[in-house]
């Protein structure tokens, strides 16, 4: 008689259920910096892309947020040591958060182009580069300096809550701010607001967050392989 496999048994954990308990409390520290009513926007709106990502079957990507000397000291290794070296080594050590060959690429072309600057420029370079500093566009602000620094207030707490980060969520986010503000300078409704996920995908990099490398691990219920597991004892 053949042993059933365990693993049909495995049920995948709702990752948009798990993230609700990473947005931002309006009472908490953020209201310090954005206003409660705006945080409770946001928060109604999150909740409504983590629900309908929870139903599509379509893989979105997640982005990790890396400090301009982690990305000065991982482009210095890669020139050092070769790219393909530094990420199989990165990818081991940093499993919660790993990078693409192209992401590497991008910071080593930029550490080149500092040290090229800094010869040009006469500057004797006897140290290495320490900060790479993303590199800030010319085109004016979709949302004004305020609503743009409440969104990014917003995007840093729920990382560092622990939540993910996609260009879904940076759009849920944006649009929870505005409607708080006025739902009609919203495109849909008339205004001349357009929040795109191309705009998603260039405000998360410009600040400072990457997409991270596809994977194929899926979240199980400690609960449920518990309870599947001892049917085979």
């Avoid at 081991?92 to 500092?114: C, F, G, H, P």
Wanted: net charge positive; hydrophobic share 35%.
């Amino acid at each position: 008689m053949a042993t059933p496999s365990l693993y049909k048994f495995f049920k995948k954990t709702d990752p948009s259920r798990q993230e609700l308990e990473f947005l931002p409390d309006p009472e908490g520290e953020l209201s310090t910096k954005v206003p409660k009513s705006m945080v409770s926007s946001a928060n109604e709106e999150v909740k409504t892309a983590l629900m309908h990502s929870g139903r599509t079957k379509r893989s979105r990507g997640t982005y990790d947020k890396y400090t301009p000397q982690e990305k000065a000291s991982i482009a210095r290794q890669a020139i050092e040591n070769g790219v393909t070296n530094t990420l199989r080594k990165y990818n081991e050590n940093m499993q919660d958060r790993t990078l693409k060959e192209s992401t590497i690429r991008t910071w080593v072309k930029a550490y080149k182009q500092e040290l090229a600057l800094k010869r040009c420029a006469g500057v004797a370079v006897t140290a290495p580069i320490a900060i790479l500093e993303s590199k800030r566009r010319g085109c004016p602000l979709l949302l004004d300096e305020d609503l743009d620094r409440h969104t990014q207030e917003y995007i840093t707490e729920l990382r560092r809550n622990g939540g993910v980060m996609n260009t879904d969520i940076v759009l849920a986010v944006a649009m929870g701010i505005v409607k708080r503000i006025d739902a009609n300078l919203l495109e849909a409704n008339g205004g001349h607001i357009s929040i795109s996920r191309d705009w998603a995908k260039g405000f998360l990099k410009r600040m400072g967050f990457v997409k991270r490398r596809a994977n194929t691990k899926s979240n199980v219920s400690v609960e449920e392989f518990e309870k599947q597991k001892a049917q085979f004892n």
